[in-house]
């Protein structure tokens, strides 16, 4: 496909049943999607769902706690697609546990797939990014990057340091035209996983993910004279 008619490529990483599946939707509108995550059996039904819809998507099997999976990852996705316009690290682990709950396994672990497979996936769309002097790439936070719990030991320092990245490289890489933002999710997402662990949460007191998406769309799209960087996004009954 002639460069000039390509669709723009979205690679979403961390594609569960909640926020990752509702970006790949939101996206997959008007961008090529890559779907990252592990289990090819869960993204190969929602890449089908999205090209049913007129969309074109592509489900990447990877544990973007390993280097060498996220490698294979993106040659594969430029193969495929073509480089990434917009970089959406949604990954994550959520462990619950005090300072002397916490494994050092779950510790470095968490650390890996939150942040060093951000910093990772970075690297490897910046260098045609800053080639052609645009893109976005959007971190997903949380509060317990902000104002961690006493049982976010191990989540709570990794969100920090992916704040701490996505700071980092606004100020290098904004100047250069690539946009970066990290949004702070302040609440529970409603998913599957979230109503079994917390059945009496009411559901408006949760995260929808196609407005989250909605979020990481209009960053995504924002005029380069008014970025945004930092971003809350809370439901509107929750205390902060």
């Not at 690679?11 to 990752?20: D, H, Q, R, T, Y």
């Amino acid at each position: 496909m002639a460069e000039s008619h390509r669709r723009p490529v979205c690679a979403v990483i961390g594609v569960g049943p909640g926020l990752g599946a509702a970006l790949a939707r939101r996206f997959g509108k008007e961008y090529a999607v890559a779907l990252i995550a592990r289990g090819e059996d869960k993204l190969t039904a929602l890449a089908k769902e999205i090209e049913t819809a007129g969309g074109n998507a592509l489900a990447v099997s990877a544990d973007v706690a390993k280097a060498a999976d996220i490698a294979a990852a993106f040659e594969k996705i430029r193969r495929e697609l073509g480089e990434v316009d917009a970089l959406l690290y949604n990954a994550a682990m959520r462990p619950f546990g005090k300072l002397m709950d916490t494994k050092p396994s779950t510790f470095e672990n968490t650390w890996r797939v939150t942040t060093f497979g951000a910093f990772l996936a970075a690297q490897e769309v910046v260098p045609a990014m800053l080639k052609r002097g645009g893109g976005t790439i959007i971190f997903t936070g949380a509060t317990a990057g902000i104002k961690p719990f006493a049982t976010s030991a191990a989540f709570g320092p990794a969100k920090f340091a992916m704040r701490g990245l996505a700071q980092v490289m606004a100020r290098d890489l904004q100047p250069q035209g690539i946009h970066v933002a990290y949004v702070n999710v302040d609440g529970a997402i409603d998913m599957p996983a979230i109503r079994e662990r917390f059945p009496q949460i009411s559901e408006d007191a949760m995260l929808k993910p196609s407005a989250i998406a909605e979020t990481y769309w209009f960053l995504a799209h924002q005029d380069p004279s008014a970025w945004s960087h930092d971003v809350d996004v809370r439901p509107f009954k929750e205390k902060w």
